[in-house]
């Protein structure tokens, strides 16, 4: 007598593959068919672990926006000149980018079409808007140019941040590592936005 599968799943590894999905597909064109054939389990083991695809993706984008807001309780991020917060926050925020590379990239391609994309969207406003303080308080100590508003800055930024999600593969051989990546961001912004 043969023994059936058994559910080898555990919710982390679920979680990676709908991730896998939800990016290659998108979320809305993800059913739960898709992620069942996905994994190699049916639907009814997808339940055993989570309420439904919304819920995957929650915690998907959860583990990206808790790497992003753990960042900003580091000490580094706490205390110090405004400036030197602020080049670490853009430092940790591409290494996070880059270590949580499908969880981030999914988390920047919502767009509002669920309460969990909204509330993600709005998480997101939260974290620019803590960074866009730093900014304005860096440009007020005298540190960042002050003729360049602190909220375009942001947004240019972190539009090279996020940038970095559509080229970045770190299994690609002879690639540039995280941590040249991370010191060209900081050296490439920091070279135009100080005084």
Not at 59 to 88: K, N, T, W
Not at 112 to 139: C, I, P, S, Y
């Amino acid at each position: 007598m043969t023994m059936p599968k058994r559910d080898t799943y555990t919710p982390e590894s679920l979680l990676a593959v709908a991730v896998e999905v939800f990016n290659e597909r998108g979320y809305d064109g993800t059913s739960m068919e898709h992620l069942s054939r996905a994994a190699g389990i049916s639907k009814s083991s997808i339940y055993h672990h989570v309420k439904g695809k919304e819920e995957l993706l929650r915690l998907a984008i959860s583990r990206a926006l808790d790497g992003l807001f753990g960042i900003l309780q580091e000490p580094e991020a706490r205390d110090g000149r405004a400036v030197e917060r602020l080049e670490h926050v853009t430092r940790r925020t591409t290494e996070v980018l880059m270590a949580e590379l499908p969880y981030v990239t999914l988390l920047l391609r919502v767009r509002g079409n669920t309460d969990t994309e909204r509330w993600a969207m709005a998480r997101r406003r939260d974290f620019d808007h803590e960074v866009a303080e730093l900014v304005k308080q860096a440009v007020a100590d005298g540190d960042l140019r002050p003729d360049v508003d602190a909220r375009l800055a942001t947004r240019l930024l972190f539009g090279m941040i996020n940038s970095i999600v559509e080229w970045y593969r770190p299994s690609r051989g002879g690639a540039v590592t995280a941590d040249e990546v991370a010191d060209a961001v900081v050296r490439t912004a920091f070279a135009g936005l100080r005084v």
